[in-house]
């Protein structure tokens, strides 16, 4: 069994319907999937096995949204 983590910016299709579909079928291998993003992408069925550790921003005035990139490095570390 592996420990994979992946890192994605889930919306709807794209990306983060790709890296939920691989981290789906890496759960279904028996493989313990760490994802790490905004929240599971909706048009993907979440399966057992696969641990989300969601990312959220602080809002920030001129952008209207604050720095994910950010965010995202202080979540994985």
Do not use: D, N
């Amino acid at each position: 069994m592996l420990r994979v983590g992946i890192c994605s910016y889930p919306t709807v299709g794209g990306s983060g319907a790709v890296a939920g579909r691989l981290a789906a079928a890496l759960a279904g291998r028996g493989h313990y999937v760490a994802f790490v993003g905004r929240g599971w992408p909706s048009s993907v069925p979440q399966p057992a096995g696969v641990k989300v550790h969601e990312v959220s921003a602080p809002g920030y005035a001129l952008f209207g949204e604050g720095p994910y990139t950010v965010a995202l490095a202080s979540r994985l570390a």
